[in-house]
Every structure is written in C-alpha cells, then in structure tokens.
C-alpha cells in the first residue's frame, strides 16, 4: 500500500493506492491520527488507486470514521473503483460512509461551491 497526504484549502487527504489489508492497517491509522490532531473539518481518503480491500481495511476506515466525528469533522471517500464500491453497498456501509466520485467531489468541494464556503462568506458579512 502506498499513502500521500495533501491539503487543499481546508481540505486534508490521504491517497490509497494498492492493497488495503491487515498488514498495512497500522501504518494507515497512525498517519490518520497524526493528521486528525488539528481537528480538521474535512478529511477526504482518496481511493481511485485502490485495487483491493479486506475486513481489516474497512474496518480501519470505521474506526477513521469514528475518530473524525468525535473531533466534529467529516470524512468522505473519493473515487472509488466500482468493485469496491459494490463492497461497501453489499455491506451497507455507504450509509455511513459519504462516497462520491472524484468529479462529485472536485465539484462540491474543490471548485468553490462547498456548502463551508457558503457559511463562510454569511460570517464574513456579519
């Protein structure tokens, strides 16, 4: 498995690329914590590059999911392949999970139209 991290604007992400199984778990979960620790309000996992995931993936990503609400953020996951996708829907978990497609979120998040930006611009005002 091969990780990266990015910010954009607000926005924190990590890129997963390869094979997200038990033996790289760890590894995913202390990057994740150290890059929770500012309390971001958005962290979104890039997963077009993921090939393969197992229990210990997903559940890795819960555990994210979790850790992230309680610091009052989000996650979304982006760009998955349709075969992980399926594996999310057959499990139910796309309705924990915000999953959009990279072109959702480069829409909703990157080109300026975020419903944060909004909010933003209505403190600015006042």
């Known amino acids: 498995m091969e990780l990266k991290l990015s910010t954009t604007g607000k926005i924190k992400s990590i890129e997963i690329a390869g094979k997200f199984d038990i033996e790289s778990t760890e590894e995913f979960e202390s990057i994740f914590n150290n890059l929770i620790e500012s309390s971001p309000n958005l962290v979104s996992i890039e997963m ?12 890795s990503l819960i555990k994210s999911l979790n850790s ?8 979304l996951l982006v760009g998955m392949k349709p075969m992980i996708q ?4 057959l499990a139910k978990l796309d309705m924990f999970f915000e999953i959009l497609s990279s072109a959702d979120f480069q829409q909703r998040y990157l080109d300026g ?4 930006s909004d909010i933003d611009d209505l403190l600015k005002r006042n």
Request: glycine share 10%; net charge positive; aromatic share 8%.
């Open 48 to 59: 077009s590059r993921l090939d393969y995931i197992d229990s210990s993936g997903i559940g």
């Open 68 to 75: 992230l609400k309680n610091k009052k953020g989000k996650l």
């Open 86 to 89: 399926n594996v999310f829907k």
């Open 113 to 116: 139209n975020s419903d944060d």
